[in-house]
């Protein structure tokens, strides 16, 4: 409810000081006369030509009177006066005179006065409920997200679906979340849909992002275009990388600098990627000195066209020793190779005599991608701390890279030849599925090849399972996926991958 009575020219409630009343026409003077009287229509509407004459004080005495006399409309406008000008208490106060009588939009703005106010979630619960029962869907998403806090799934389920049916897109998006993190993907797609179609661009990334990790590629194509028309910069990224994969320059590059346009960072990255490929050095150039500062593998490549195209190894140097202080491998081979070249010594370079920890520069198998980006934005949904996307795939994609090798027999380390572990406990052919066989033949392999504890590759399989089958277990905090990273990162080191 906004205020009762008011018209588009309402100045009211940001009104500085009173006026002196003007001159009263007839109709005006008639009004004053009932108000006095003791009609209570009469002296709400009085008190709404104060309000517009920007006469707040006059605003509350006539809808005090008003109210006093049974009018719920003047309760309410004194909630809504008393929440801006006066104290929390007396907007309280009028809220609840007027949510008692049934009033929705009292109840809701009493329930929300309780809560971020008072912290009295009990008494906020309460009008909430009254307020959605009497078929507000705004009660009823706030019910359901304060239930969600709570812990109170069940009823976060039910208010988000009342909200949802009413066409509160918003509560139809949070509940495909809810489908998601509980292991239901029907349950996400069916209100992921229903909120695209609606026009809600977010639940139609989401919903491509589902399709593409179910290698859905033809409808995950058709809900990326439904979300890249509001101009969604995720979408525009995918649809660049699928058409990428096709071998579609054109429409990759149009796509990919949309996205950087409106806000994706690694798109400058494949944006550049993809001008490269095109032959046009100016705008690979131009897209990799927009990315270099914040993305290693963008500074690698901009430094090697920059040396091979300018035979400028000043700035090589420069660019090759960003990536290389992210951990960037090849950047450091780059730098080693360069360095004798400015005259310059490797012992010189810090970034090449204590490595950072290894930068993941291999290419995210798409469904992967999908799958660590849904867990970002299902954690991120409730302003909840989360990992990065990237670091997801990270940890997948290391996953995949051990066993890979460990079931090809790949691996030519101290501890794993191509042949038999050195312990000779198992041969490589007799290696196990890593998703096929039970997980501890594949952590206690692992195990026995990298020497790592048991216990720190069962906890990165984990992650793992739980990033690829939502609902086994709750989505790793920012401080679990920081270890586990560690854990991915040394595995590969004593295996000798990168």
């Known amino acids: 409810m906004t205020l009762v009575g008011a018209t588009e020219a309402t100045a009211w409630p940001g009104i500085p000081v009173p006026r002196t009343p003007e001159p009263l026409d007839p109709a005006e003077a008639n009004l004053l006369d009932r108000a006095r009287d003791g009609d209570r229509d009469a002296a709400h509407r009085l008190g709404r030509l104060c309000a517009e004459r920007d006469d707040r004080l006059g605003a509350r005495h006539w809808w005090e009177r008003a109210a006093r006399a049974g009018n719920v409309d003047s309760a309410y406008n004194l909630g809504l006066w008393h929440?801006?000008?006066?104290?929390?208490?007396?907007?309280?106060?009028w809220f609840e005179l007027a949510a008692g009588t049934g009033d929705a939009d009292a109840a809701t703005n009493l329930a929300s006065l309780l809560l971020e106010r008072r912290g009295d979630t009990d008494g906020a619960r309460e009008w909430f409920e009254r307020a959605a029962e009497d078929g507000s869907r705004h009660a009823a998403r706030r019910l359901a997200l304060l239930c969600e806090d709570q812990g109170d799934g069940m009823g976060a389920r039910r208010w988000h679906f009342r909200a949802a049916v009413d066409g509160d897109l918003r509560s139809a998006h949070d509940l495909g979340f809810l489908g998601y993190a509980a292991g239901d993907e029907a349950e996400a797609l069916?209100?992921?849909?229903?909120?695209?179609?609606?026009?809600?661009?977010?639940?139609?990334?989401h919903m491509a992002l589902l399709l593409h990790a179910a290698r859905d590629e033809k409808g995950a194509e058709a809900f990326y275009r439904l979300a890249a028309r509001a101009d969604h910069p995720g979408a525009a990224f995918r649809l660049g990388d699928m058409a990428l994969c096709r071998g579609d320059l054109p429409t990759a590059r149009a796509c990919f600098e949309r996205a950087a346009r409106t806000g994706r960072p690694d798109a400058r990255r494949m944006a550049a990627l993809v001008c490269a490929r095109m032959d046009d050095k100016a705008a690979a150039a131009h897209w990799y000195g927009r990315a270099a500062a914040d993305d290693p593998e963008a500074a690698f490549r901009f430094g090697l066209l920059l040396v091979a195209e300018h035979n400028d190894l000043k700035g090589g140097r420069h660019w090759f020793r960003r990536a290389a202080e992210r951990g960037h491998?090849?950047?450091?081979?780059?730098?080693?190779?360069?360095?004798?070249?400015?005259g310059a010594s490797p012992e010189a370079e810090e970034c090449l005599l204590d490595p950072a920890p290894p930068y993941w520069s291999r290419p995210a198998e798409p469904g992967q991608a999908a799958r660590a980006e849904l867990a970002v934005?299902?954690?991120?949904?409730?302003?909840?701390?989360?990992?990065?996307?990237?670091?997801?795939v990270e940890i997948l994609g290391t996953w995949d890279l051990v066993t890979g090798n460990l079931t090809t027999g790949n691996l030519t380390t101290g501890n794993l030849t191509t042949g038999n572990l050195a312990t000779g406990a198992l041969a490589v052919g007799d290696a196990p599925d890593a998703d096929e066989a039970g997980p501890a033949d594949t952590v206690g392999w692992l195990a026995r090849a990298s020497g790592l504890h048991r216990a720190a590759i069962e906890h990165l399989g984990l992650v793992r399972a739980t990033l690829l089958r939502p609902g086994t277990a709750p989505w790793p905090t920012p401080a679990e996926v920081e270890h586990v990273l560690g854990t991915a990162r040394d595995l590969r080191r004593r295996l000798g991958l990168r």
């Open 329 to 342: 491998h090849g950047a450091m081979v780059e730098l080693r190779t360069l360095l004798p070249l400015l």
């Open 83 to 93: 929440r801006t000008h006066g104290t929390t208490e007396e907007a309280i106060g």
């Open 377 to 392: 934005a299902a954690a991120r949904r409730r302003g909840d701390a989360a990992a990065e996307p990237a670091d997801l």
């Open 190 to 205: 069916h209100w992921w849909e229903y909120a695209a179609r609606g026009g809600h661009a977010e639940a139609a990334y």
